[in-house]
């Protein structure tokens, strides 16, 4: 039943992931990523740009789109949680230095791989392409669609806020269907305009491996 394949990899190099993961999974990662791409379903491969960590794979991980049908999307490091105190690689600068490498890289038209908030690039020759989701420097907010339910049924309707509706307390409360879809569109509702993710009026306390 699975119509797409959404994964996540950081670095080429089993050591890295052993940094950024505290596991040592590396092989099994490479593997499920070859049996995705062998299935046929469109594959999309998430990558956070960390300073210090993996800033010297970028080109080397973005390349695999250009020999692989995947889309291959860098995500700006948000400032939640433990990111909080790691430093941005923005989306601009990272396009700037994938220009440099590959200067033939233009946006795709008329596809947006899920209607989610990445801008796509690719090039002649290339087999997939490149994504950037620029979360704090992009600030896409006013064409967000995209909402969180934890695993303890608190529907946020944005990342960086702890406002939200908690449907789990509903659901036991013998909610019925109505009241349940009344307050999950009273939360998407209430999205906020934008993110200040710059002057700390939004925090956001939970660490995303809590939020999902």
Not at 84 to 104: D, H, K, T, V
Request: negative net charge.
């Amino acid at each position: 039943g699975l119509v797409s394949v959404n994964g996540m990899l950081d670095t080429l190099c089993p050591e890295v992931f052993r940094q950024i993961t505290a596991l040592d999974d590396f092989a099994a990662v490479q593997a499920g990523l070859q049996a995705a791409l062998e299935s046929g379903l469109p594959v999309k491969l998430n990558c956070v740009p960390q300073a210090g960590v993996n800033e010297g794979e970028l080109e080397q991980l973005a390349a695999l789109a250009k020999d692989n049908a995947m889309q291959v999307r860098f995500i700006e490091m948000m400032p939640i949680g433990y990111g909080a105190a790691m430093p941005c690689i923005s989306g601009p600068e990272l396009r700037a230095r994938f220009a440099n490498c590959w200067p033939e890289l233009h946006p795709v038209e008329g596809t947006t791989f899920g209607n989610g908030p990445a801008v796509y690039y690719t090039g002649p020759g290339w087999k997939g392409s490149i994504g950037f989701i620029a979360a704090v420097h992009g600030k896409f907010c006013a064409s967000c669609n995209r909402v969180r339910l934890t695993s303890q049924g608190f529907l946020r309707p944005c990342l960086a806020s702890e406002t939200g509706c908690d449907l789990r307390t509903l659901l036991r409360g013998g909610a019925a269907d109505e009241e349940l879809l009344q307050a999950i569109r009273e939360t998407i509702w209430s999205k906020p305009r934008e993110h200040h993710f710059g002057d700390n009026s939004m925090p956001a306390t939970r660490g995303m491996y809590r939020i999902g």
